[in-house]
């Protein structure tokens, strides 16, 4: 297995003594309220308020700036300074914030981690086991009747696609700068942006190049959205929309054009391996010599800083319970399988973009 050297050293020799390991396991056990307390510390302001202030709280003015019960603060407080994210002043009874307190709240990936969970996976979870052992999103029945969770998307609560797509795309999103150096470093003058969702890859794309056309495969449903997202905006009439479900091995991708680059981003990892090989091999069969296939995704064995790498396998199970029960995030040595079978070999592998992306850019055998 490939690993980074923070992950070789994290993942292959003990790291803990006793008591750290007996205290992980209990915070295994009540991980649902530790993540509840937490999430709510941050909604009602309250860990905003102890970094604020200049010598802390007590609980009366916590109770006070709040409007809280004084039983519900001290719920709160009692529950967050077990869990680290505060400290107390036992002499004064003024509560501070922790350093875990404040990456709660100015770690911009854990607050988009925390509504993600709590809006899209939390109640689902309950069918985990389900979902494991017969390979569907068991946990998707909490939304709706679909057979993955892409289809049910534009049907999703405001909220839940508010934190879907805040999820989707900050991850995305900080990788793109970098990105967009990377493929049209190639030169690109068509580009088929496979999976492109809301069109914010397009979009960028025809803003960083004048004469670049982008053409988004994706659901029918995913394109109508896509269309209501980029009209009347500036480049928006190169950028095009062919709608076709990827999954269904019968559907060809588009020829109308030859396309110099073929786009993936966070797109595979929605698949299983069968899948993706049967996506790729499409792709190889509409590629000539000179085309490229360029695939950006967070593989966890890739990244330089362990919490990555643990936010990272912990979407897989998002993936299977909630998505659509077989696919997850993967790493080298699984996407280089598939990437084989499909016809294809990697050029070259661009690491560290954005929030530990890498872009792994194919060519045809």
């Not at 009692?78 to 914030?97: A, K, M, N, W």
């Not at 919490?307 to 299977?320: D, E, I, Q, R």
Request: glycine share 8%.
């Amino acid at each position: 297995m490939h690993l980074t050297p923070a992950l070789e050293k994290k993942y292959t020799k003990e790291q803990l003594k006793a008591p750290e390991a007996q205290r992980l396991a209990e915070f295994i056990a009540w991980g649902p309220m530790i993540f509840q307390v937490s999430r709510l510390m941050l909604k009602w302001g309250i860990l905003d308020m102890l970094r604020d202030s200049d010598n802390g709280l007590t609980r009366a003015e916590v109770v006070e700036k709040t409007g809280l019960s004084d039983y519900a603060v001290k719920v709160l407080l009692e529950g967050s300074l077990c869990i680290g994210t505060i400290l107390v002043d036992p002499q004064t009874e003024r509560y501070t914030i922790s350093k875990t307190g404040w990456f709660l709240i100015m770690d911009p990936a854990t607050r988009v981690n925390i509504d993600f969970n709590h809006d899209v996976n939390y109640e689902g979870l309950f069918h985990l086991d389900e979902a494991l052992k017969e390979g569907r999103p068991a946990g998707l029945k909490h939304f709706g009747d679909w057979p993955t969770v892409y289809e049910g998307l534009s049907q999703l609560p405001p909220e839940v696609q508010k934190s879907w797509f805040g999820f989707d795309h900050f991850y995305s999103d900080s990788s793109f700068p970098e990105a967009l150096k990377v493929v049209f470093g190639y030169k690109p003058r068509t580009l088929m942006d496979v999976g492109g969702n809301t069109g914010k890859w397009a979009m960028q794309c025809v803003g960083y190049d004048k004469d670049v056309e982008v053409t988004i495969v994706d659901l029918p449903q995913q394109i109508a959205m896509m269309r209501e997202q980029t009209n009347g905006r500036e480049g928006a009439d190169r950028v095009h929309g062919h709608g076709m479900n990827l999954l269904d091995p019968r559907n060809a991708f588009p020829t109308d054009r030859h396309y110099d680059v073929i786009w993936m981003s966070q797109f595979l990892d929605c698949f299983s391996m069968p899948e993706i090989i049967s996506i790729l091999s499409r792709a190889a069969a509409i590629m000539d010599d000179d085309s490229r296939v360029c695939i950006m995704e967070t593989l966890w064995d890739r990244q330089r800083f362990e919490p990555a790498a643990l936010c990272l396998t912990m979407t897989s199970v998002y993936f299977t319970d909630i998505a659509n029960g077989n696919s997850k995030m993967y790493n080298t040595e699984d996407m280089q399988a598939c990437i084989e079978a499909a016809g294809l070999y990697i050029e070259h592998i661009h690491d560290n973009l954005g929030q530990g992306h890498s872009i792994i850019v194919c060519k045809k055998k």
